[in-house]
């Protein structure tokens, strides 16, 4: 018992040798208990963090207990100056997988306490007040009823505006050409040829072959030009979409109305936010801003063609209907302020170098499978190498539209090997997005959480005795 050293902690004791302790691999616990000289130590620190510490000194095998949060382990690990990588790897990789889930919070919330809508100190006067109050419902930053009120409405309006056009497109309500009608005509001798006429004609063609071929120039420039349009939508877009004069013409004024609708709409909703906002510059430098912006000034240059009488026929006023595709986007300015999107759109971010491995992958699997298709096929079913690339990406996705099939058996076994590759790719990097977007999603959530108040007291009673007793009573 003379070697024998006593260490409490927590109100459990410990008996080591002394032999034991001047062996350990914890300098400065070997060094605590080397230097009291009255062979019994107590110790202030959490009972199970101590005790991975103490099974360290005396095995050398550092383990973090599975009750034992992590970050605590830390702090125990700090105070007394053990590095965290002499821990093993099964419990080293779950310390390093927190630390990290720490600092991807911890950006996420810089992220959200960085976001433009709100106000970065209160407002002093009444009419910065009132300002603040009108920011907050027009960016759905409160939880007033006038928010969500204001969150419907242009929920609505958005789709209404997005709808409209899209219905518009339908069949019946596009616009139709005009059928050509044969006419039959009875079967007629054909003249006999003005041999004179005909000479003439091409004399006159061959003096003036210069000018139309100057005029041929001119004509050419003029179709380059459209080449990439043409190239992008081969069908005029004014034979798509109808005009708000062609709405009334057909009878179906409630496409020119829901387009006044929600032109006003959009406009007093942007004419607010500017008012209203904290920083007008790098408001109006946004990117969403200046789409919004975009969208309504097309919008308004619609109306002045309409009351202008201009047609759409291929010219420059066609592109104002090429604008309407982008009323899409408008939808992503009420979607960025559900919480969902929000964890979305940070979980894409912080996954950006496993897109990239994701894109590096498909991209090396894209070159490899497109060659050897190419060589393994026929020339009438993959024309080139760069036409294999799209059967390639077709398939390493698991799409497969059918549209370029292999019809050889080594092209069929080379299209099983792209297809499974590109099944295990998904298979194994997807979930690195799922387990992000769970995170931080929980986190998100937390706020909405209400625990429920203690709704029974609890008294003490102590009994005066030599044996004392606590009892609880609860009413």
């Known amino acids: 018992m003379a070697n024998d050293l006593f260490i409490y902690i927590g109100g459990q004791k410990y008996c080591l040798s002394v032999e034991e302790v001047s062996k350990g691999h914890c300098e400065k616990l070997k060094e605590l208990m080397l230097e009291n000289t009255g062979r019994r130590i107590t110790i202030n620190r959490p009972k199970l963090a101590f005790e991975a510490i103490l099974d360290f000194h005396l095995t050398g095998c550092l383990h973090m207990p599975i009750s034992v949060c992590p970050e605590q382990f830390k702090e125990e690990l700090d105070h007394w100056e053990v590095p965290h990588m002499t821990m093993e790897r099964c419990c080293l990789t779950r310390l390093l997988s927190y630390f990290r889930e720490k600092a991807l919070l911890k950006d996420y919330k810089n992220s959200r306490r960085c ?20 920011w907050n419902i027009l960016n759905y930053q409160d939880d007033c009823l006038a928010t969500k009120m204001y969150f419907f409405l242009s929920t609505c309006m958005i789709f209404l505006s997005i709808f409209g056009v899209a219905i518009s497109t339908l069949p019946q309500f596009r616009v139709q050409e005009p059928s050509v009608e044969t006419v039959v005509t009875p079967i007629q001798t054909p003249p006999a040829p003005d041999y004179c006429k005909l000479v003439y004609e091409s004399i006159t063609w061959m003096k003036r072959l210069n000018f139309n071929l100057n005029e041929s120039t001119i004509e050419r420039s003029a179709s380059d030009r459209k080449f990439f349009l043409t190239d992008v939508f081969p069908e005029p877009v004014h034979k798509k979409i109808p005009s ?232």
């Open 244 to 475: 708000l004069q062609q709405t009334i013409d057909q009878g179906t004024n409630a496409f020119f109305y829901i387009e006044i609708i929600t032109t006003v709409f959009f406009t007093a909703d942007k004419v607010l936010r500017l008012l209203t906002c904290p920083g007008l510059l790098s408001y109006l430098f946004g990117i969403m801003n200046i789409a919004e912006i975009l969208l309504l000034l097309a919008s308004y240059s619609r109306f002045i063609v309409h009351y202008l009488y201009i047609q759409y026929n291929g010219n420059a006023w066609s592109l104002l209907l090429y604008i309407q595709m982008f009323r899409v986007l408008r939808i992503v300015r009420v979607m960025r302020h559900v919480t969902a999107f929000k964890v979305l759109n940070y979980s894409m971010k912080a996954g950006l170098k496993d897109l990239c491995v994701i894109f590096m992958y498909i991209f090396i699997g894209l070159i490899i499978f497109s060659n050897l298709i190419f060589f393994f096929e026929l020339s009438e079913d993959f024309r080139s190498i760069p036409d294999s690339w799209w059967w390639a990406l077709i398939t390493m996705t698991t799409v497969g539209y059918g549209d370029m099939i292999p019809k050889s058996i080594p092209g069929k076994v080379l299209g099983c090997i792209c297809a499974v590759s590109g099944v295990i790719m998904l298979s194994l990097v997807i979930p690195i997005f799922v387990n992000t977007f769970l995170f931080l999603y929980q986190f998100a959530e937390l706020d909405s959480v209400k625990i429920p108040t203690l709704t029974k007291k609890r008294e003490f009673k102590t009994n005066t005795s030599a044996n004392t007793e606590v009892t609880f009573t609860s009413e």
């Open 115 to 134: 976001m433009p809508e709100k106000y970065s100190s209160s407002p002093k006067t009444a009419i910065a007040k009132v300002f603040k109050k009108l």
